[in-house]
């Protein structure tokens, strides 16, 4: 197989996700809000795919049981099925908002999945109302109720305009050495910067956005093409790149053989 294409069978959040960037007001904590209408119950495999990103995921069950859940930056891929019919909210943190609105280091949450209520951050406060509103009245609460239970100081956000540097400047620097030197940082504050801010170091950070970028590209273009442009050295480097992720090689992955299906992630405790 030389083209990767993705087959009706293998589903993915990113596929069914509406996305857009948040209001003005919430930019600072908040970078991306996305929607996933309420999706019926799929016998076929559902795929998260792994994001280096913290977020609040507001869920609501066709039956009306509502969750405000914290969702901590993913590092590898997962395989489910739908049991019941749910929706969602996704409300992605900015990197270095984490410490500032959960009360807790983004590292502290990787690969983890908390209730909103019992995090130690302000963000805590809100969590009885999040999860009373209709979906499409929690950015207008936010928008006037998030500024009133956040302070911050000088140094975090500084931090936070920092990472967001970092993020944005990542794909194209040749290495974090020179990332950190374009920054004016040292490469160790920049690693200790990523770790507590995002969860992940940026070596890390990078491999999961290449894989992402893998996944968007799918359609009849060759893989050595998809390498390349995807920053790989070549295709062996992204096929194991994509198998230590995904848990799977490219080829499996699209043409929907995956890994089984396992439970949803248990609640952690703080």
């Known amino acids: 197989m030389t083209t990767a294409q993705l087959p009706a069978t293998v589903v993915t959040g990113d596929d069914l996700e509406y996305r857009m960037p948040a209001p003005e007001a919430l930019r600072p904590w908040i970078t991306e809000i996305g929607h996933i209408p309420t999706v019926s119950i799929w016998s076929e495999?559902?795929?998260?795919?792994?994001?280096?990103?913290?977020?609040?995921?507001l869920r609501v069950e066709a039956?009306?049981?509502?969750?405000?859940?914290?969702v901590g930056p993913r590092t590898r891929a997962t395989y489910a099925r739908a049991?019941?019919?749910?929706?969602?909210?996704?409300?992605?943190?900015?990197?270095?908002?984490?410490?500032?609105?959960?009360?807790?280091?983004?590292?502290?949450?990787?690969d983890r999945?908390?209730?909103?209520?019992?995090?130690?951050?302000?963000?805590?406060?809100?969590?009885?109302?999040?999860?009373?509103?209709?979906?499409?009245?929690?950015?207008p609460?936010?928008?006037?109720?998030?500024?009133?239970?956040?302070?911050?100081?000088?140094?975090?956000?500084?931090?936070?305009?920092?990472?967001?540097?970092?993020?944005?400047?990542?794909?194209?620097?040749?290495?974090?050495?020179?990332?950190?030197?374009?920054l004016a940082v040292s490469e160790r504050q920049l690693r200790n910067l990523f770790t507590a801010g995002i969860g992940v170091s940026p070596k890390h950070?990078?491999?999961?956005?290449?894989?992402?970028?893998?996944?968007?590209?799918?359609?009849?273009?060759?893989?050595?093409?998809?390498?390349?442009?995807?920053?790989?050295?070549?295709?062996?480097?992204?096929?194991?790149?994509f198998r230590a992720i995904m848990g799977v090689p490219p080829t499996a992955f699209f043409r929907g053989d995956v890994p089984a299906p396992t439970p949803c992630q248990a609640l952690a405790k703080i």
């Open 205 to 241: 950070y990078a491999r999961i956005d290449r894989v992402r970028q893998v996944i968007a590209a799918a359609g009849n273009t060759p893989w050595s093409v998809i390498a390349s442009a995807t920053g790989y050295y070549d295709q062996s480097h992204m096929t194991a790149d």
């Open 45 to 57: 495999p559902f795929t998260h795919v792994p994001q280096a990103v913290t977020a609040i995921v």
């Open 113 to 139: 999945v908390f209730r909103l209520q019992d995090v130690p951050g302000p963000a805590a406060d809100l969590a009885g109302a999040l999860s009373e509103l209709d979906l499409g009245e929690v950015v």
């Open 141 to 182: 609460y936010l928008e006037e109720a998030l500024p009133q239970h956040l302070s911050e100081d000088s140094t975090r956000r500084a931090h936070r305009h920092l990472l967001g540097s970092a993020v944005a400047a990542l794909g194209a620097a040749p290495s974090v050495r020179d990332l950190a030197a374009d």
């Open 83 to 110: 049991k019941v019919s749910a929706g969602c909210l996704r409300l992605r943190l900015a990197p270095g908002a984490t410490q500032p609105l959960l009360g807790i280091p983004a590292a502290d949450l990787t």
């Open 63 to 70: 039956s009306g049981q509502r969750d405000a859940l914290v």
